[in-house]
């Protein structure tokens, strides 16, 4: 896991050592568009998806005493709504 981690992190040290590049260093008109595009990819797929995957997609701890889990209140919700939708079946039989 630490490999995956020290790949992850090294992934995000170039990704943000070429957007400062891009953003302070000389960049000839032909390629801005291109750049501005790289830049764009960069901070829409890659980087989100690294932080999300490694720092912020994963239960990490059990849900908190004091409040409900969401997956018992999503199972709450949708057995209340099934409940509802054969309850009106029934009434117009």
């Not at 008109?29 to 980087?47: M, P, R, Y």
């Not at 932080?51 to 709450?76: C, L, N, Q, R, T």
Request: glycine share 10%; hydrophobic share 40%; proline share 5%.
């Amino acid at each position: 896991m630490k490999t995956n981690i020290r790949y992850a992190m090294a992934i995000m040290a170039a990704a943000f050592l070429y957007i400062c590049g891009i953003t302070f260093g000389p960049v000839t008109e032909t390629g801005n568009e291109h750049a501005k595009t790289v830049v764009g990819f960069i901070l829409g797929t890659g980087l989100t998806t690294l932080i999300g995957y490694y720092w912020g997609g994963s239960k990490k701890y059990p849900p908190s005493p004091e409040f409900p889990a969401m997956d018992d209140a999503v199972k709450a919700g949708t057995e209340k709504l099934q409940a509802e939708q054969v309850k009106a079946v029934e009434e117009q039989k």
